[in-house]
């Protein structure tokens, strides 16, 4: 039962991930039409607005290491600790969670900047050319990537009090043995507040209404004088914080790298496919779903009996579900269906 418990957190923190770019690539879908391959690529930005604020706030200075007293020793300290203190030493220890106050202008600024530079002009082109020139931007922002900050991944540390684990079971008043860490339950958290967060806005404000109508009559909203397209292209940016943001938090768990956003663009892709091409809840639901799946099949006695099947899973349920429902577990009728 304990390892039960602990494989659906374990599905929960990395179902959440799922979530949060398939939600973005929904956004876009939904109210755009285009399929964007280049939404991996934006995880990773957001993964690297974090390793990027770290560096910043830890370049350092030579200082004499008074601790030595036989010989001259110097030792590297960060400037914020030098000017600041250990007000300082706390910016640094926090530099994941301050990122958000960054990824959030950059990464809407990266979402504005495709639409307008580059998505706008394939509204009108086929699925397969969407993803083509997707697929290809997605490339060359990873070989940047690549090129400025190396192949290797890059750790990045949770403040202190979130590095070790929490002891579940005793406050869930279950098994002492069930312990899990912190930062992942933050993260499963984080992702709970930024989902809610957008199904709230797309509900109960005024923008989100009309974006929802033009999700579904885009003509009509147009003909009522209401400038539909700077809205969508408002949602793309939109989509790109949101991705951002998971990738933000993500990096304390999977070190970031150059390749990161194609690892979870294709998970997340088919996310999307399992939830129904433009649904939102469709979206977060398969996720969680698949996410707490994949979890469950990377257990040791699974794999002792179906050898792989964690890393095949998804694929296998995807494939069951779209020959049973073509749109989707909550698609729309006659999305996918033709």
């Known amino acids: 039962m304990d390892a039960i418990f602990l494989q659906i957190l374990n599905g929960l923190d990395k179902g959440g991930a799922y979530a949060l770019i398939a939600l973005g690539l929904t956004l876009i879908f939904g109210t755009l039409g285009v399929v964007n391959f280049a939404h991996g690529a934006v995880f990773m930005l957001g ?11 830890t370049l350092s200075q030579r200082v004499r290491d008074e601790s030595v007293t036989f010989f001259e020793a110097y030792k590297e300290v960060p400037y914020l600790e030098v000017w600041f203190g250990e007000t300082g030493s706390t910016l640094i220890e926090y530099s994941v969670p301050i990122s958000i106050l960054v990824a959030i202008p950059v990464m809407l600024l990266v979402g504005l ?3 307008r530079g580059l998505f706008r002009f394939f509204y009108n082109r086929t ?3 969407q993803i083509l020139v997707s697929f290809g931007l997605a490339i060359v922002i990873q070989e940047i990537v690549k090129a400025f900050y190396g192949a290797n991944p890059i750790p990045q540390a949770p403040p202190e009090i979130f590095s070790g684990s929490a002891n579940i079971g005793a406050m869930l008043g279950m098994s002492e043995a069930i312990v899990y860490p912190w930062w992942r339950l933050v993260y499963l958290v984080f ?7 957008v199904f709230c806005f797309l509900q109960f404000t ?3 209404m009309v974006v929802r109508a033009g999700m579904m009559d885009r003509e009509t909203v147009g003909l009522l004088g209401i400038n539909i397209e700077r809205r969508f292209t408002i949602v793309f940016g939109l989509a790109a914080v949101v991705s951002g943001l998971a990738g933000v938090m993500y990096t304390p768990i999977l070190p970031p790298d150059y390749h990161m956003g194609m690892d979870f ?3 997340s892709f088919v996310v999307v496919v399992v939830g129904g091409m433009g649904s939102l809840g469709g979206a977060v639901a398969a996720g969680f779903l698949l996410g707490v799946l994949q979890s469950f099949a990377a257990m040791a006695e699974i794999k002792a009996i179906i050898p792989g099947i964690d890393q095949i899973i998804i694929y296998l349920v995807a494939v069951v579900i779209l ?6 577990l909550m698609g729309r009728k006659g999305v996918m269906e033709t």
């Open 47 to 57: 993964a690297f607005c974090a390793v990027t604020l770290n560096k910043i706030l």
């Open 113 to 115: 900047a495709m639409e």
């Open 127 to 129: 699925h397969a050319e």
């Open 191 to 197: 992702a709970g507040i930024v989902i809610a967060a």
């Open 206 to 208: 005024t923008f989100g």
């Open 265 to 267: 663009l294709v998970l």
């Open 323 to 328: 020959l049973v429902r073509p749109r989707g």
